[in-house]
């Protein structure tokens, strides 16, 4: 165990449905970040929350919308998603973005399928 | 692009062999790290290095970083089936108040007993 927990692990749900991912991090961290992990390509960062603040969006559509209530907790707010949106999204964290950029702690991620 | 890129897509090797995986990447970097992921899981950090570090060692890992080559090198020594996974690297960088860490597609391991 990393110390991230993701929920859920599976969902699947339809194109106007609205669902969101959680994921909770044990670790005492600052930074968390949400990333997309489709097949044949390389692990997309989609979120980065630095003291509960967002401090990067790359260019990700607005029918993903993150929150980030507090510093050890991290949400995926999903709406009017699209079949190619179907992914493993990861959440991680790490201690503080910046500086040395270090280690990031990966939850199990959840396996998402859009109908 | 500083994307890394791993090298190669995929290796099947037998128990007790060694097993090499290779990243190279385009730009200057703070350091690099190594990641592993079994099928349908999260990422689980292997090591880091450094980019004025040339070679790290964990337990059966070695790491070594050429930044004249912008390449890196992951060997696992003595492999066994339970380290069958998908190892990423990804290479970090801080400019200008940018900071990321971008992931190659990795390296798919095969480890048969």
């Known amino acids: 165990e990393t110390g991230v927990t993701q929920t859920p692990r599976h969902l699947v749900m339809g194109m106007t449905n609205k669902k969101s991912l959680k994921c909770e991090q044990h670790?005492?961290?600052?930074?968390m970040y949400w990333y997309k992990q489709s097949a044949k390509k390389p692990l997309e960062l989609m979120f980065v929350?630095?003291?509960?603040?967002?401090?990067e969006n790359n260019s990700v559509p607005s029918r993903f919308s993150p929150e980030c209530p507090n510093s050890s907790h991290l949400f995926l707010h999903l709406h009017t998603l699209q079949p190619e949106d179907s992914a493993l999204y990861l959440c991680?964290?790490?201690?503080?973005?910046?500086?040395?950029?270090?280690?990031?702690?990966f939850g199990p991620g959840t396996r998402l399928t859009v109908l | 692009s500083q994307q890394g890129e791993e090298d190669p897509q995929a290796l099947s090797i037998q128990e007790g062999e060694n097993a090499t995986m290779n990243c190279s990447y385009k730009?200057?970097?703070?350091?690099l790290q190594w990641y592993r992921q079994n099928s349908g899981r999260g990422l689980v950090h292997l090591i880091l290095?450094?980019?004025?570090?040339r070679e790290k060692h964990s337990g059966r890992l070695r790491v070594t970083l050429d930044t004249s080559k912008k390449s890196s090198s992951l060997l696992i020594t003595a492999s066994r089936a339970a380290d069958t996974a998908s190892y990423f690297c990804?290479?970090?960088?801080?400019?200008?108040?940018?900071?990321?860490?971008?992931f190659g597609k990795g390296t798919k391991l095969t480890v048969n007993p």
């Open positions: 290095i450094r980019s004025n570090e």
């Open positions: 670790l005492g961290h600052n930074a």
């Open positions: 929350y630095n003291f509960k603040e967002q401090t």
């Open positions: 730009t200057s970097i703070n350091n």
């Open positions: 990804a290479t970090g960088k801080s400019q200008g108040g940018s900071e990321k860490l971008v």
């Open positions: 991680a964290s790490s201690q503080e973005r910046g500086l040395a950029l270090d280690t990031q702690y």
